[in-house]
């Protein structure tokens, strides 16, 4: 059975066990992106410059990729190198270039726990996105199962968004002295949308390069992330003047960098071996590992909404997953 029936990639039970762990800590790093971003506040804002950050991320990318082809990890097809087969990538890394930075300014106009769950939104583009370009078709049970996770999305924001006592607009300060209420602007709710859109777009159109190449992943990677850190190194000598590439830089800010590259890869497995609709579910599930981060760091508050939505998540792995 297929990742896309509700099964795992046909693989033995030791594989299938390293396949659930990496899924479990892509959830993971997933849920803990948003907190570690808000703990890099000072004064409420981010002290480097967001440019930075998606850049060192994705050259670290890079190295770890041609560090696993020199060591021998994943083998160098033999013949000429196929560097027409990278072009294609160049789309890829742009799109991704523009997510990444989407992430860092959505922090600036709503909590990590509405960013978390309002980024959901993805599940229906990505969805139609994954239906058009690889003519997959989602059985009924499967896209009740989406419905799900995008209501669980939807009842959590409203649950947050309808106290005016926990609204307010402007950037949230990290180490405000109350708990940090869930709020979201407008222009935050914008732009949004438009990392939705794109993320949809990107993850199925990545899938379908790595699936459709038969080259070694470590290799897809590498094209990926050179046009990347291209893309990325450009974006930020245009930035204008500001910070130097590390200023600002602490050790949460460390970790926000290499926590993000370690799960760049992860989820370029997860293309190559799984589908756009297992990432779904990861970001999804990483909800809780969000919450909980938020809660004990941020000192969020959690309303009954967030406990709904929870249990719709739930109901939905069950039901697309679950045994027929």
């Excluded at 849920?31 to 002290?47: M, S």
């Excluded at 922090?107 to 058009?132: E, H, W």
């Excluded at 390069?209 to 050179?226: C, D, E, G, V």
């Excluded at 830089?249 to 293309?271: D, E, I, P, R």
Aim: glycine share 10%; net charge positive.
């Amino acid at each position: 059975m297929s990742v896309e029936d509700g099964g795992l990639p046909g693989l033995g039970r030791p594989r299938q066990a390293r396949w659930i762990l990496m899924l479990l800590l892509s959830t993971a790093m997933y849920g803990a992106h948003a907190p570690l971003l808000a703990l890099c506040h000072v004064d409420g804002r981010v002290p480097f410059r967001p440019s930075s950050a998606v850049l060192l991320t994705e050259l670290t990318k890079l190295l770890l990729c041609a560090f696993s082809l020199l060591v021998g990890w994943q083998a160098w097809p033999q013949g000429a190198p196929p560097w027409r087969q990278a072009v294609p990538f160049a789309l890829s890394a742009l799109l991704y270039g523009a997510n990444n930075n989407l992430v860092i300014y959505l922090q600036r106009y709503m909590d990590p726990s509405t960013y978390q769950v309002l980024s959901n939104l993805k599940i229906g583009s990505t969805a139609l996105f994954y239906c058009f370009c690889l003519r997959h078709r989602l059985s009924a049970r499967q896209g009740l199962a989406l419905l799900l996770l995008m209501a669980a999305g939807a009842c959590y924001a409203a649950g947050g968004l309808q106290n005016p006592r926990n609204t307010f607009s402007g950037p949230p300060p990290a180490a405000a002295a109350g708990p940090m209420p869930l709020h979201i602007t407008p222009l935050g709710l914008l732009l949004l949308v438009l990392y939705c859109l794109i993320s949809g777009l990107s993850s199925v159109y990545t899938e379908m390069l790595m699936k459709r190449q038969r080259l070694p992943l470590a290799l897809q990677n590498l094209f990926l992330y050179t046009f990347g850190v291209l893309l990325n190194l450009g974006l930020h000598a245009g930035s204008g003047p500001g910070p130097g590439l590390l200023e600002g830089f602490s050790g949460w800010a460390a970790l926000v960098v290499l926590s993000q590259a370690l799960n760049g890869l992860l989820m370029s497995a997860v293309m190559k071996h799984g589908s756009s609709i297992t990432r779904l579910f990861v970001v999804s599930c990483s909800l809780v590992v969000n919450a909980v981060l938020s809660a004990a760091l941020l000192r969020l508050q959690l309303t009954a909404a967030f406990f709904l939505a929870t249990l719709l998540i739930g109901l939905a792995v069950r039901l697309y997953y679950g045994s027929r």
